[in-house]
Nanobody, 123 residues
Framework: QVQLVESGGGLVQAGGSLRLSCAAS????????MGWFRQAPGKEREFVAG????????DYTDSVKGRFAISRDNAKNTVSLQMNNLTPEDTAVYYC????????????????WGKGILVTVSS
C-alpha cells in the first residue's frame, strides 16, 4: 500500500509562489506516474500537472502552463509542484496522486491519493 503525504500549502498573496511537496512510501516510487489534482470550492476535482514514470515527460492543464512546474526525485521518493504567479483562481485543495506504470492522468485511473492540502491565494 502506497501512502502519499502532501506538505507546503498555505496562504499566499496573488502573484506569490508556493512549493508543494508529496512524500511517498510503501511502494516502488520510480514505477509510478505522479501527479497533482486540485478541487476548488464548489467545483469538480481537476488535473493540474503530471510527470510520467519512465520518460519523465510532464503534462499541465492549460491554466497553469508557464506558471507551475512539476518535478520528481526518485531517490527521495518525492514529487513537487512549484507554483508561481498565483492567482485567486488557484485557490483549492491540492491532491498528490500516483498511478503505477500509467501514462494518462485521469482521476478514475489513479491508484493512490494523498489527503490533500489547502492552498489559498488572496487578492
Amino acid at each position: 500500500q502506497v501512502q502519499l503525504v502532501e506538505s507546503g500549502g498555505g496562504l499566499v498573496q496573488a502573484g506569490g509562489s508556493l512549493r508543494l511537496s508529496c512524500a511517498a512510501s510503501g511502494g516502488t516510487f520510480s514505477t509510478y506516474s505522479m501527479g497533482w489534482f486540485r478541487q476548488a470550492p464548489g467545483k469538480e476535482r481537476e488535473f493540474v500537472a503530471g510527470v510520467r514514470w519512465r520518460t519523465g515527460i510532464t503534462d499541465y492543464t492549460d491554466s497553469v502552463k508557464g506558471r507551475f512546474a512539476i518535478s520528481r526525485d526518485n531517490a527521495k521518493n518525492t514529487v513537487s509542484l512549484q507554483m508561481n504567479n498565483l492567482t485567486p483562481e488557484d485557490t483549492a485543495v491540492y491532491y498528490c496522486t500516483g498511478r503505477k506504470y500509467g501514462s494518462v492522468f485521469e482521476e478514475n485511473g489513479m491508484d493512490y491519493w494523498g489527503k490533500g492540502i489547502l492552498v489559498t491565494v488572496s487578492s
